[in-house]
């Protein structure tokens, strides 16, 4: 059973960092996507950033979060700098099974990934 764990979460002022973490237990990440969503209260899950054989961030992001994985402990990190307070949600992690060449596009709808986690509330003060 493939499990995606979030945590990291919590409360920050503007400006502050949040490191966010997705462990995954039942599956390994080295041949799947795995993208970062945030959903905030009354909107649509959106697309925050991914990464793969590529790297890819949304554009209110750029610059100021950073996505990386360690194989070893088979765990995807969202670094969360510049924080403002727009960003406060609900941050989900997701994973995508990808060809053996790679995704091609990581930036696509949530529907497109396999395996979610349960959630990691963000909440920036302004």
């Known amino acids: 059973q493939v499990q995606l764990v979030e945590s990291g979460g919590g409360l920050v002022q503007a400006g502050g960092s949040l490191r966010l973490s997705c462990a995954a237990s039942?599956?390994?990440?080295?041949?799947?996507?795995v993208g970062w969503f945030r959903q905030a209260p009354g909107k649509e899950r959106e697309f925050v950033s991914a990464?793969?054989?590529?790297?890819v961030y949304a554009d209110g992001v750029k610059g100021r979060f950073t996505i990386s994985t360690d194989n070893a402990k088979n765990t995807v990190y969202l670094q969360m700098n510049s924080l403002k307070p727009e960003d406060t949600a609900v941050y989900y992690c997701?994973?995508?099974?990808?060809?053996?060449?790679?995704?091609?596009?990581?930036?696509?709808?949530?529907?497109?990934?396999?395996?979610w986690g349960q959630g990691t509330q963000v909440t920036v003060s302004s």
């Open positions: 997701a994973a995508k099974p990808c060809p053996i060449q790679g995704c091609r596009r990581l930036e696509v709808p949530p529907n497109e990934y396999l395996y």
């Open positions: 039942g599956r390994t990440f080295s041949s799947d996507a």
């Open positions: 990464i793969g054989r590529i790297t």
